[in-house]
Nanobody, 114 residues
Framework: QVQLVESGGGLVQAGGSLRLSCAASGISRTMFRIYVLNWYRQVPGSQRELVASVTSEGSTNYADSVKGRFTISRVNAKNTVYLQMNSLKPEDTAVYYC?????WGQGTQVTVSS
């Protein structure tokens, strides 16, 4: 059974930075490296929003709202995907989730104070 565990969330002032990590277990490195990895976020009462994706080849895609501020990366040798978040804004406040295929992590709360 694949499990995804996010970490790195917390409370930060506007303009600050956080780095989220998502570690996958229950999957081989060979399999991990072929999947697209995604970060989503969700605020109460809203749909989950795709924030960033990284393909097996390392190509990345970002929501317009985070372009130039967030960077997604992966380290296949560690079965881990990261989300570096800079210049954070109060509107980035949400629970952040990682996704691999049909599997989701439990989420990590990011709160940005103004």
């Amino acid at each position: 059974q694949v499990q995804l565990v996010e970490s790195g969330g917390g409370l930060v002032q506007a303009g600050g930075s956080l780095r989220l990590s998502c570690a996958a277990s229950g999957i081989s490195r060979t399999m991990f490296r072929i999947y697209v990895l995604n970060w989503y976020r969700q605020v109460p009462g809203s749909q989950r929003e795709l924030v960033a994706s990284v393909t097996s080849e390392g190509s990345t895609n970002y929501a317009d709202s985070v372009k130039g501020r967030f960077t997604i990366s992966r380290v296949n040798a560690k079965n881990t995907v990261y989300l570096q978040m800079n210049s954070l804004k109060p509107e980035d406040t949400a629970v952040y989730y990682c996704r691999l295929y049909a599997y989701w992590g439990q989420g990590t709360q990011v709160t940005v104070s103004s």
